[in-house]
């Protein structure tokens, strides 16, 4: 074992002090505000106060930072680079300090969500019912859609989205893992031929959902190969559990989420095809890029992150 003497423990760099940071942000004023007596102004302080901590900042750098003049004040190369840098650390201490706040914050108003239909009914609601017993100044206004809803011109707060997603300057947190799986109804596999690998598909009626972002391709997974199998049928809906529901019904296959496949592949609606086969995704939490994330949203992302640990819906 290697231990550090004290003599090598001395080239740490020390830790900033109050003062310092008070000459960092007396600089940054002057620069920002064209002088020393506008920043005194700004600051509350005298000219003089202003005048002698960036003396002792510059004695401090051993480097001038300011070309003085009765008509003129401008930065030095150093002192160029040196505000860049001053601006940065103040900027982000700013931060810290509103995210410390934000956090300390009650979350209160009301939270507008734009969830998938059935996975809100399913598991979006329940989550909400039992999240609003902890928060009472929190109010939930919820929309259950299957459509991709624009969160800044729609004024959403915060969107579940389930798998791929396109690119976006929204603010993207993987709340859960899922999985895509072809089912069918006992009677259809029973009645027609057998699929044994994803290439049989193109042959089957097939279900397709509207919003798929891969149109009328399933891109399947074995673990170890991927295929994408072109696939057509006579019904397309927006909706996975109405097609479910048609699956069920004997109309063809269909590859379903498995919060949704789980319920009728347990009461023996339908069963796997395929049974090595699916399509892996995710469950997102989207929500728009700010400067300070606000409590309600970053409380509920959070417990939902947390409740979702262990998804409630995955399929042995």
Known sequence: MVVCSGRAASTLAPVPSSSDLSQLEVFVRVVADGGFTAAADALGVSKSFVSRQIGQLEDRLGAR????TTRKLTL?????????????????????????ANLQAAPRGTLRLAVPMSFGVGYVAPAVAEFLCSHDEL???????????????????????????????MIARKLASTQLVVVASGEYVASHPRVQSPADLRDHACLLYSYSPNGHHWELSDGKTSETVAVSGRVTANNGEALGRLAAAGH?????????????????EVVRVLPRWSAGGHVWAIYPHSRHLSPKVRLFVDYLALRWSDPPWRIA
């Open 65 to 68: 930072l300011l070309n003085r």
């Open 76 to 100: 030095t190369d150093v002192g160029t680079v040196f505000y860049e840098r001053c601006r940065r650390i103040l900027d982000e201490l700013e931060q810290a300090e509103a995210a410390v």
């Open 139 to 169: 109010s939930i206004d919820m929309e259950l859609s299957d459509r991709r809803v624009d969160l800044l011109d729609e004024g959403f707060d915060l969107a579940i989205r389930i798998g791929q997603l396109s690119d976006s300057s």
């Open 252 to 268: 063809g296959l269909v590859l379903l989420p498995d919060f949704i496949a789980a319920g009728p592949l347990q009461r023996g």
